[in-house]
């Protein structure tokens, strides 16, 4: 099936067993709380395992001159001491090809050192303690380079990146230059986001061994088919060669995209020793063994007439990349079909650093590039005195401003009218610094909300059996985000029988591939081919019931239409009945630009005397397309305005300079968002199918949440205090030094 054509009525529409929307718990909870849903590094099969640990590199950027691991190799339990010295030769890492993360990741394949925590050496022993004690023992000497670490110094070396993933860095629309000096109000603001760790509550791990010439490998992976070319290129063997299985998964957001030392030195041990090996990653590793998301330095230009109308709009982003990587933040992408303006520019340049790969960490450009747009409309709105939420209004496009295509389904306004509405904004003070309780100022904020919205090529194999059970394969994962709920209400649904009666089979490879979580487009992906596949074997059944497959309605475990019934278990009989289906993208993405929006609203509290901010409550009002679960939804959307707010007020990964690692890495001092710091907060959805989108008329949610939310926060910060703090997170320091009088207080 493909998307040429908007998606027509069909049985998910008519939602005769109502399965569609409802608030269903998850399927896999009962597992989960019970501890029998097992994680990667909790599975037990195969032999006994071995143990591995890695040795870090404690320079970011030189070779290793001496390594002694003869300490390490005589120590108790000992079966492996790997270095670059005796390590399998692997591919060489390798900057083309369309799917990043399906790259060669080689592990000690060389003395080079490329950045601080870069494994140098991998211990394997027969328990974890014996292998975390035998890599204490490893001694290493550096041949030390000169190594560069921060980007604002740098940003005159930035360079224009390379296009990759339909990511063009530049955009140019009508004379921007000539329009923003012309217009009567300008905003010219620079903003900086720190770089974010993923902070996922499951660590890395993964257990490999080897049956014959094939490698299986359980880990924590986003993305099943990519992970699978990763390993293969990498070891350089056959991808069916290689099995992942990856069945539940801790939170991903991102960081779980690539493939890491883990997997690959786990599955190269085990080759060599003939038996499982299994390797976590510490809290204090992921900082450095994993990705992060890069710092941004954005500048805004806003042009405006005196009554809010935008005639320029430009938004330049700053971002870094590891020396040997082309990622970059494309922290503008959202500003190219936010709002109208008829002069626009939008620019991404990269600088090359001596720290790890950083790479996508959720909501990817949207999550910080809507810090800044988002804080420069509320700028734009405070220099007009006007309403926020009337100067969005005003600028509301017909069609997408650079695409020049309509918008599949766009509802910001009526996001914004419904937000503004429930949250008691009218009660909000236009005069910043004017509510006052106690020690307490209080203010409000807001921000509207994007994303795009992906579909991506996915399969699936469905079959019915003699006893009315579904069985479901693909190799879809569930990061947390209630994969195996949704599919089972999708495919129950579509085969009108009880949730109960599906068997949901996902998170192995060798299952049919699917394009996996990532980019808030794993369930329209999924749940497309899960769709095609049972609309399939809902004509198989009809057929072998002679029913017109158009006339016939299928509830409660039976097929009946044109005066005939009959149970889907008795048509199945022994042998079962099977199908396959299949989703690709189509001409609805190039026809229509295909968004998700929404509004939200926060109210702060600051200490007048500390800066100390507390948040008191939030709403978030969304547009999403069909919603298939109203509790799962709900589930995303608050997650994700709960990262907003710690990024708008915590999370500052701070890299030492000198060395180029980490200083904060672990949960004590990176600190994210507590129950303590979130109170209130609520999401909405407005009731919407985008026919254009997919079969399910839905929209990704997953990232939505987190797309302008610190902003809103931001916002009502500003309004509380009068003081504009343009250096993320809001820290007490950075308001303390605008309540000394200063209106605007930037680092």
């Not at 044109?562 to 001409?587: D, M, R, Y």
């Amino acid at each position: 099936m493909e998307m040429n054509q908007p998606a027509p009525q069909n049985p998910l529409d008519q939602n005769h067993q109502g399965l569609m929307g409802r608030a269903m718990d998850r399927v896999d909870g009962h597992l989960k709380v019970t501890g029998r849903a097992p994680y990667a590094y909790e599975v037990k099969e195969g032999a006994k395992p071995a143990y591995g640990w890695l040795v870090e590199a404690t320079i970011s950027r030189g070779r290793v001159s001496a390594i002694d691991t003869q300490a390490a190799e005589r120590s108790p339990g000992v079966l492996m001491v790997m270095t670059h010295r005796n390590a399998p030769k692997q591919a060489p890492f390798a900057h083309e090809g369309e799917d990043r993360f399906a790259r060669p990741r080689p592990q000690l394949n060389d003395a080079r050192i490329e950045y601080y925590g870069e494994p140098v050496a991998f211990v394997v022993a027969e328990t974890i303690e014996q292998a975390r004690a035998a890599a204490a023992l490893v001694r290493v000497s550096y041949a030390q380079d000169k190594g560069e670490h921060e980007l604002q110094p740098l940003l005159a070396k930035a360079e224009k990146p390379a296009g990759g993933e339909g990511k063009e860095p530049d955009s140019h629309v009508g004379d921007f230059d000539g329009a923003f000096a012309a217009a009567p109000v300008k905003i010219d603001a620079t903003y900086t986001t720190p770089m974010h760790i993923h902070a996922q509550m499951e660590p890395h791990a993964s257990l490999a061994w080897w049956e014959g010439d094939r490698v299986i490998v359980h880990c924590s992976s986003q993305l099943l088919e990519s992970a699978q070319k990763c390993v293969a290129h990498t070891l350089q063997i056959p991808e069916e060669k290689v099995r992942i299985v990856s069945r539940y998964i801790g939170g991903g957001f991102g960081g779980k995209l690539p493939i890491y030392g883990d997997v690959i030195l786990s599955a190269l041990a085990s080759r060599e020793l003939k038996r499982p090996v299994k390797t976590a990653l510490t809290r204090q590793q992921m900082f450095h063994v994993t990705t992060h998301r890069t710092e941004t330095v954005q500048r805004l230009r806003l042009g405006a007439t005196r009554d809010g109308v935008l005639t320029a709009i430009g938004h330049e982003a700053w971002s870094h990349s590891a020396r040997f990587d082309d990622f970059y933040e494309s922290a503008a992408k959202q500003t190219r079909s936010l709002y109208a303006a008829a002069n626009r520019m939008t620019q991404h340049r990269v600088v090359k650093l001596d720290l790890p790969v950083s790479d996508s960490t959720r909501a990817p450009g949207e999550a910080v590039g809507m810090l800044a747009l988002e804080c420069a409309m509320d700028e734009l709105a405070d220099a007009l005195k006007m309403d926020p939420v009337e100067l969005r209004l005003r600028n509301e496009p017909k069609q997408d401003p650079e695409k020049n295509v309509p918008y599949s389904t766009r509802q910001l306004v009526a996001c914004l009218q419904e937000g503004a509405k429930r949250f008691g904004w009218s009660r909000r003070s236009a005069q910043p610094g004017q509510v006052r309780e106690g020690r307490w100022l209080v203010g409000m904020g807001m921000c509207a909300t994007t994303r795009g919205n992906l579909l991506r090529p996915s399969k699936c194999g469905v079959a019915m059996d003699g006893e009315g059970v579904l069985t479901v394969k693909m190799s879809m994962t569930d990061i947390g985000t209630g994969s195996y709920t949704v599919l089972t209400q999708i495919a129950a649904e579509m085969m009108g029988i009880a949730p109960e009666k599906v068997r949901m089979l996902l998170g192995d490879s060798d299952f049919p591939p699917t394009a996996g979580s990532g980019g808030s487009f794993g369930a329209a992906s999924a749940g497309s081919a899960l769709y095609d596949a049972c609309d399939k074997l809902r004509t198989k059944f009809a057929q072998g019931a002679g029913i017109d497959p158009a006339q016939a309605v299928f509830e409660r475990g039976r097929i009946s239409g044109g005066g005939k019934s009959a149970t889907l278990a008795g048509l199945a009989g022994a042998s079962g009945v099977q199908a396959e289906g299949e989703i690709k993208p189509g001409e609805m993405e190039k026809k229509f630009s295909q968004q998700a929006y929404g509004a939200q609203f926060a109210e702060v509290a600051v200490d007048m005397d500390s800066g100390e901010v507390r948040l008191r409550r939030m709403l978030g009002v969304f547009a999403a397309g069909r919603i298939l679960n109203a509790k799962t939804a709900r589930s995303q959307a608050i997650g994700g305005m709960i990262w907003g707010a710690s990024n708008a007020l915590h999370e500052d990964a701070v890299v030492d300079p000198r060395y180029g690692y980490f200083v904060n890495h672990d949960l004590a001092e990176y600190h994210v968002a507590a129950h303590a710091d979130i109170p209130a907060i609520e999401a909405i959805f407005l009731p919407e199918v985008d026919d254009k989108t997919n079969p399910l008329k839905i929209k990704g949610v997953g990232e939505l949440g987190i797309s302008g939310a610190g902003a809103a926060v931001a916002n009502a910060i500003f309004n509380a205090t009068g003081v504009r703090v343009r250096d993320y997170p809001v820290t007490l320091d950075k308001i303390l030094a605008g309540l000394g009088g200063a209106n605007y207080a930037s680092r």
